[in-house]
């Protein structure tokens, strides 16, 4: 036994060792971390026994009968009807590395059956195990699988190339290859996320399926060939032959790759025909619109989020994700966060051409819900300023009208009562009654200007400023001449937009009057694409605007009417939407 040897079977015992001791501080399975480091304890031994030329072949052991137990503990034994089959598998394959161990010329038949069984429960623990199991079983499964073809293509190829051979390379290579076993039982126990272990899975498989496909068929013509002419084919002829099927390559490792993928990670719709089926179902709610986006693309994970709200998901997350940014309002950003699909490493063009159509539609839908919330909080500022109004007429009304309209029924009682013994005095209560009357008349009239001012209905909006107008004056006494411009431009305003602006201009005016100095204001009205625009100038030398309670009932009044205000430097601007 060589050096080389030694060197790689020392190797790969060691890292059974402290494969099997650091499964068992992580809390893996008992049978998988006692059987790893038994298959190094195994190795070691049989080192030492070759040396002194002992008569067990405990390699064989190690691999027809320890290892094989490992594997199929791995990463840990469930509890009910999985670790019944778990135990079948074990029986079985007790049983077959028994047998191989007891009659050697056997030990290759019984080698793939142990094989195919250990596949077939991987492949159940997959389907069935929990997402940490499933994700440590397919680590397994990928330095299984590659060990496995790797080693049986290098031995095919060495033995073609050196058929004379003794065999030392070989086992060199087999045993660095059985080294990445225990490694990646360890990778998929502590860090399955490290990389994606389907998209490894898959590529290995594919890559080397190819690479025996190619073989086999280079081989089966080059041979057949030579069988059926009874000559060799030449150097030339065997390299033609190879550079054409080569071509065929690329085709087969797609199609391989794309089967490989529909079984072990199931097929999934055409996304142009899933869009379809669902586009029209995608509404408010934005948990079903990820739920319907993520089935219809057989996706494993969405992610949605929208600047100042929680986040939505769909579907389990992934490692590998991809980002893309949906258009929903110039101020507020939204992502559309999509995991790739076991296997996928990038987006291929079928599914970047579905996103692109189903981005727009999440988008739409995000808008629509910010929009119906914006709608819900205007209508509870509405409620809320009508209460607010409600309250202010009935206190207005208690406490103004209702005393004087009391007082009218005390007057008149009391009137009454005089009228026969004391006229004259009877005419003073009546007097009075008729003062107090015309204070409440006064006062309802006061409550309705305060509702809507009498003369927008009479005059119009411009009419009624000016009416007003005409009598303000400065805070010296002296008048103050306004002048309005643009008057054909008032028109496709609201009846609310109408009395705001109402309510806005004198509140502006009447600054102007109270802190300006100026003796001329200017309103002017505007129209361009449904927007209405009013702005109030002067010329004030005096101190400037500061914002105090007018200010901010002018901008109340503005946001109610759904329009906005901007206000300083002896300006006023109202904003409102217009129908025309």
Known sequence: MTIAVHVAAALCAVTCLAAGWVLWRVGAGRLTSVSTAASGVALLADLALRSTGGPVDLTAVAGLAIGPIALAGYPRLAAGRSRVVAGAVLVVVTGCAAVALARPESADGLGIAIAFVLIGHAWWVIERASSADRSATQWMI????????????????????????DGVIVEVVGYLLAV?????????????????????V??????????????????????????LTGQALGTSTVVTVCALLALGVAPTRRWLYGTFKRMLFGGRPDPISALASFAGLVGNDLTDALHLVREGLALPYLRLEVAGR?????????AHRTEMTLDVEPDRTASLIVGLRPGERTWTKADRDAIGLVAPLVASTVRAQLLAEQVTQSRGEAV?????????????????????????????????????????????????LRADAAAAIAEVRQLVDGLRP?????????????????????????????RFEGESEV?????????????????????????????????????????????????????AWVPGAGMNSMRERAEAAGGELAAGDGLVRLTLPSDR
């Open 491 to 543: 028109a496709g305003l609201t009846a609310a937009g109408e009395a705001a602006a109402y309510r806005i201009a004198v509140e502006a005016l009447t600054n102007v009057a109270r802190h300006s100095g100026a003796d001329q204001a200017t309103v002017r009205f505007t129209h361009a694409s449904r927007t209405w625009r009013m702005e109030i100038r002067d010329p004030g030398v005096g101190g």
């Open 180 to 200: 990445l076993v225990p490694v990646a039982m360890t990778i998929g126990v502590l860090r399955p996320e490290l990389v994606d272990v389907r998209w490894l």
């Open 384 to 432: 809320a300023a009508i209460e607010d109004e409600r309250r202010r007429l009935r206190r207005d009304l208690h406490d103004g009208v209702g005393p004087l309209l009391s007082g009218v029924v005390f007057t008149a009682d009391a009137a009454g009562n005089l009228l026969a013994r004391d006229p004259a005095a009877a005419a003073r209560l009546l007097a009075d």
């Open 202 to 227: 898959t590529t290995i498989t594919v890559t080397l399926a190819v690479v025996l496909c190619f073989l086999a068929a280079a081989s089966t013509l080059v041979f057949g060939v030579e069988a």
């Open 142 to 165: 990928a330095a299984v699988v590659f060990a496995l073809l790797a080693g049986g293509l290098f031995g095919f190829g060495y033995g073609a190339v050196a058929p004379s051979g």
């Open 310 to 318: 929680p986040p939505l998901t769909s579907g389990n997350e992934v």
């Open 454 to 482: 009498p003369a927008l209905d009479e005059l119009g909006l411009v009419g009624a400023l000016r009416t007003w107008s005409n009598g303000l004056r400065a805070a010296g006494g002296a008048p103050i001449a306004v």
